[in-house]
């Protein structure tokens, strides 16, 4: 009986090893082949959910797994990360052992977070104006505008709007230094930031604004990932 129960001991030892190191192989793969499919500067971090693995590996399917992109640029806008998560992707294991160059792994759904900081908004602003985040949800902006041939200070909310392919920012409660008359100078502070084409296809459902910047919250189905 004892010898049994060393026998089972050590075979869930051996099972719990094999369950950690094809997490590992597969993680590395699904990591390499999104690099790869969506032209990443290097590859990001992949985390396959649910225990046992094996269980999951040996179906084919991963019902959930977590992706982390680090810093990627887009139609010239820098985005500082993207935190993802696939739902039912399909990728067999021993596709992947025998040939992983031509295994269709796809997600049938993904869901992500697109962070914009706010040194590239202001960087997309007109000039002279500065992004703010207040840490409560708000963005606002400040600097000065020509009028005249002189520099106004101004300050103001800015409303978030998704358009076709971009951000669109435009200033509410609009404030000028000095009660200086200024006409229209919503047009002075507009400005849009394009966001598409972005990794794992995803695209706009919803921004807000944080103390980083901007959230843009998005998603996709169908995805591929080679």
């Known amino acids: ?57 040996i179906s084919g399917r991963y019902e959930e797994i977590s992706i982390g992109i680090g810093k990627v640029e887009r139609e010239g806008v820098q985005l500082e990360r993207i935190d993802a998560t696939l739902y039912g992707v399909t990728a067999p294991l021993s596709d992947l052992i025998q040939n992983a160059a031509t295994t269709d792994i796809r997600a049938d759904r993904v869901t992500g ?7 590239t908004l202001s960087a997309r602003a007109p000039r002279g104006i500065k992004v703010e985040g207040t840490g409560d949800d708000e963005l606002r902006v400040s600097g000065n505008v020509p009028v005249l041939g002189n520099q106004v200070p101004i ?17 509410t409660n609009v404030k000028i230094a ?8 919503e047009r002075l502070i507009s400005f849009t930031v394009p966001v598409k084409n972005l990794p794992l296809n995803l695209r706009i459902t919803r921004v ?6 901007l959230a843009v919250q998005g998603t996709a189905s169908d995805v591929p990932l080679r």
């Open 155 to 171: 300050t103001a909310d800015m409303k978030i709007q998704v358009v076709q392919g971009a951000i669109r920012l435009t200033p």
């Open 113 to 119: 977070t697109v962070v914009i900081s706010r040194q």
């Open 1 to 57: 009986m004892r010898k049994l129960v060393v026998v089972v001991a050590l075979l869930a030892i051996v099972l719990v090893v094999l369950d950690r190191v094809a997490v590992v192989g597969v993680q590395r793969e699904i990591a390499r082949q999104i690099e790869a499919k969506y032209d990443l500067a290097e590859a990001p971090s992949v985390q396959v959910k649910g225990v046992p693995f094996l269980t999951q590996a």
């Open 178 to 185: 000095g009660g200086i008359p200024v006409p229209n100078p």
């Open 208 to 213: 807000k604004s944080t103390s980083e910047g």
